[in-house]
Nanobody, 115 residues
Framework: QVQLVESGGGLVQPGGSLRLSCAASGSINNLYVMGWYRQALAKQREMVATITSGGDTKMADSVKGRFTISRDSAKNTVYLQMNSLKPEDAAVYLC?????????WGQGTQVTVSP
């Protein structure tokens, strides 16, 4: 069983920054993909950023240059540094882990961007 624990969401003004963390525990293969998706109200879930166990990253076009994904392999933790936040970035951000052919989701953390 795998568990994902997210932290770091909150309320921030436009132009501000937040850092999300997701710690994974349980049976995790050395080969995996971890990342962040987001879902805004009445919108489809979308990929924000992913990182593989080899360090390859993928970013959504809408966040390139503003968000950075990184990982601490020793801690099985992935981070999402979000800078220059915009109102349209507001959503529930969900951590995702794909390992051993199975996908897992975190419970989500709310990010609100408002003056």
């Amino acid at each position: 069983q795998v568990q994902l624990v997210e932290s770091g969401g909150g309320l921030v003004q436009p132009g501000g920054s937040l850092r999300l963390s997701c710690a994974a525990s349980g049976s995790i293969n050395n080969l995996y993909v971890m990342g962040w998706y987001r879902q805004a109200l009445a919108k489809q879930r979308e990929m924000v950023a992913t990182i593989t166990s080899g360090g390859d990253t993928k970013m959504a076009d809408s966040v390139k240059g503003r968000f950075t994904i990184s990982r601490d392999s020793a801690k099985n933790t992935v981070y999402l540094q979000m800078n220059s936040l915009k109102p349209e970035d507001a959503a529930v951000y969900l951590c995702y882990l794909l390992t051993r052919g199975v996908g897992y989701w975190g419970q989500g953390t709310q990010v609100t961007v408002s003056p």
